[in-house]
């Protein structure tokens, strides 16, 4: 019998449904879920709360001292706040920084005409007001002021032009000298109201982000920001959707609206700051090695979710194994765990690009970005979201073991009253968590760390959807300190098991890369008839060669995935291994028949590579960043909007389950990430086709040479 068959004989009770298991000794698990406290980690969110977290401005700055002072005391000893230039102008790798902002006050209100007043000339307002009512104020509400806003001290007439992000928005009527009503955020809208048009200012009511209850509640202020990198200075201020709808109908009814705006604000230059420090790890082999628990700092206040909760909850992952090492209730650390809070996405970018030492001790990342929210009231989903394939690693398995471990003892929990499942805080809910484990999405700093240019394989822990998100109601009355402890657990366990195994302790992870295997084998069969729709109707149309592209893309997944286990164990422990029985497992699993699998096999060898293979430069970093297109600046915005991946994609078969194609900010974010000097133009075709579905090899090479074009990769001399 073959090594790997015997190892799956072993594991099929583990396929039948039992119990997620844990890969800590049940000691050692017990003691991290007994110490993680869900009520400190929202006392920390609570402070977090207070402080508008703006990057580079005096409250950010605070919340970074607070948070600094609560890291020492949780054990990071070398805890320190690091400072990078925030001047509109440097470049951190493809990112180009902003100007750090601050705010002092806001208010708008509708005013009156006195009645005596008369206007001075055809386009200017009457010379007296009187005040009518306040409609926000900076002292009530900080989301109120657009972040980015300059200073304005301005009495306008309010014009609606409904998004305000076309020229038709505009046509017949008078903009200039006025304050435009938009249902767009203000940085969509800049362009063309202010620089275009000559408003003074914009009036936003922007709705939540896309989600079941987006609109539902008219009463929600969102989050808005104008563009980082304009020249033009000029406010936005941030009203409801129930405020709007009063405006919009007084407008259309004839009546003329008249707003004063007081904005004192401004861009200024400054500082990002990145706070950081480690748990140090022990063995002498392995101590320079690096776990990375990751969170974003920044937000509106209150931005109790998003993410005053996974800084918290970092927070009390650091007290947790400090305090439980210390005390010798679990084994040290072998490898080093190290925190980051930091600006997101744009201050992880730049703390990697900026210590190249580190990112290379860098084994693993941690990151939580929304962990708190009430499932209740927000209406989250937990999400243990993997890598992207470019970034294969059985890190995504360690998560889902511990994400599905704690889900379980949790639905137990709830069914039967049991104490023995108890993984809940004693002021928090007694909820069965709702956890998926997902494919990978943008949308936080993750994808910094997953970036072709570190290559950090990231687990990402996220509530999805949230209806308060990025609001003036995502406060601590939304988070429930349960939910807080669970993901801590997650996060704690995940790093501890990571920062402690080597070849010694490896044979629990071993068994469960290839169970998880399997599963993922048999759940892509989903994907593979979804994949089949879409290649049948592709173009051009070749969809026998789009599966078998497809199932080769499975296979060698899950066999990349196995392989990543030598930088934790050694190459030797996974020599040991039988990997081509592994892999000849894998392709049966797959659904090719006996008589065709070596035939298979014979075509997943690697080959040497025709045509060209295009390499990286020094620019690290994905394209887009934040708000800055690093390809849209030097290649142009138009030239950059026509190329086909952004242009054309949307007149691709969508797909006819509820399988989603991907945007084509994946697109091109994996075909970034596999320029490695290796893989043809036609290898990275094939591989984003099999991951998102098909699309033209045309498409590739014209976003490669784009690339070329502002000097992010090469192609070789002829």
Known sequence: MRKGAAIFLLLIPHLCGAQSQSLLPESTMHHIMEEVSGGSAKRNLQAITTFNRVRGSRDFHDAAEFVLARARENG?????????????????????????????????????PEKNSRPRGPHTAPSAFSLLRRICSWEDMRVCLAEDSESADVTAELIDVGSGTNEKDYENKEVKGKIVLISSQGSAAQKLAVDRFGAVGMVSYALNQSQGWQGEDDSLVRWGHLDSYSSTRTFAF??????????????????????????????????????????????????????????????????????????????????????????????????????????EIEGTQIFLSSHPELVTKMKAAIHMDMVGGSQEKTKAIFHVTRTPDSIPSFVNDVAQVFGEYVRDLSDQFAATGEPQFG???????????HLEISEYTEGSDHQVYDEG?????????????????????????????????????????SGYFLANLDSTNSAEITSEVIVHAKRRMADSQVRFSEQ??????????????????????LVRRERANFISLKGFIGEEQVARFDLIGFTRDLVGWSGVRGDEVEGFLGELEPKEETGEVPSRLDIKGAMSLFGYDYLADHYGTENTTKLKIFANLDGLPEPTSPVRRASSADYSYEILNLVDGKRSVQAIRDFVSAEFGPIPLEWVQEYLRALETVKVIQFPKN
């Open 76 to 112: 990071l000893t070398d805890a320190r706040i690091e400072r990078f230039p925030a001047d509109g102008r440097r470049l951190y790798g493809a990112l180009k920084a902003r100007q750090a902002w601050d705010a002092d006050s806001a208010d708008l209100w509708e005013v009156l």
């Open 532 to 553: 089949a729709r879409l290649a049948a109707r592709s173009t051009p149309r070749d969809p026998l060669r789009e599966m078998d592209n497809f199932l080769r893309h």
């Open 423 to 433: 993984v809940h805080a004693s002021d928090g809910s007694k909820d069965a968590l």
């Open 453 to 493: 240019s570190f290559r950090i394989p990231a687990i990402y822990l996220n509530d999805w959807p949230d209806r308060y998100i990025h609001t003036n109601e995502d406060s601590i009355d939304k988070i429930d300190s349960t939910k807080l402890k669970r993901a801590a657990i997650v996060g704690a366990a």
């Open 238 to 343: 941030q009203v409801s959707l129930r405020q709007a709808r009063d405006f919009r109908n007084r407008l259309a009814h004839g009546e003329k609206v008249w707003l004063r705006a007081r904005v004192k604000a401004g861009r200024h230059d400054g500082f990002y700051e990145v706070v950081t420090g480690t748990l140090p790890g022990s063995d002498e082999r392995l101590k320079n090695e690096e776990i990375v628990f990751s969170c974003h700092l920044d937000h509106q206040m209150p931005g109790a979710n998003d993410n005053a909760s996974g800084c918290s909850a970092i927070l009390e992952v650091a007290r947790t194994i400090h305090r439980l090492t210390g005390e010798k209730s679990i084994p040290p650390l072998k490898r080093t765990l190290r925190f980051v809070w930091a600006p």
